[in-house]
């Protein structure tokens, strides 16, 4: 029963560590094409803070796109260029300075006739957040985990024991 309860108040913990989101962030925008632009914004880093940025896929060496001096505010926009030589598939963004994001992107294949144009700006914002919705279940699933585990834990203390012979 202890080790029941125990379980219980681990695995209740998991998902409020999972609630906490925090600090930096970084968003990239459009269709990621070797030899063609990635438009990127972050927020919340260090004011003027100096951020390389790269892309990085397990096996191979992190491929460097830039840096970028963050505002007073520690946000910055900037359009890079991704290196010809990269490979289509999955990457992870990372944006390090003083403080560290990262987020998924895909690099496409090349379109056809190997041009590359920069896309059009979006008038929709795009961003890495859970919708509040998600946040919210999260948040109740984990509060009914935490009572369940404590209102165990307090059965079990509080329990009569059978008597022995």
């Known amino acids: 029963?202890?080790?029941l309860t125990l379980v219980i108040a681990v695995l209740a913990l998991f998902p409020a560590a999972a609630l906490a989101h925090g600090g930096t962030d970084v968003?990239?925008?459009?269709?990621?094409?070797?030899?063609?632009?990635?438009?990127?914004?972050?927020e919340d880093f260090a004011p003027s803070d100096?951020?390389?940025?790269?892309?990085?896929?397990?096996g191979t060496q992190p491929i460097e796109l830039g840096r970028i001096a963050a505002d007073d505010q520690g946000a910055f926009s900037i359009t890079l260029h991704v290196p010809e030589t990269v490979r289509p598939g999955l990457y992870q963004l990372a944006a390090d300075g003083e403080?560290?994001?990262?987020?998924?992107?895909?690099?496409?294949?090349?379109?056809?006739?190997?041009?590359?144009?920069t896309p059009a700006p979006s008038s929709e914002p795009v961003s890495n957040d859970r919708p509040s919705?998600?946040?919210?279940?999260?948040?109740?699933?984990a509060a009914a985990i935490t009572a369940l585990a404590m209102g165990l834990l307090w059965l079990s203390r509080t329990s009569p024991r059978p008597a022995g012979p």
């Open 133 to 141: 919705g998600e946040v919210v279940g999260l948040a109740a699933f």
């Open 50 to 58: 100096s951020v390389r940025i790269e892309l990085r896929k397990e």
């Open 27 to 42: 968003v990239a925008r459009g269709h990621i094409h070797p030899g063609g632009p990635i438009e990127l914004e972050g």
């Open 1 to 3: 029963m202890r080790l």
């Open 99 to 117: 403080a560290s994001a990262t987020t998924d992107v895909t690099v496409l294949e090349p379109p056809p006739g190997g041009v590359v144009s």
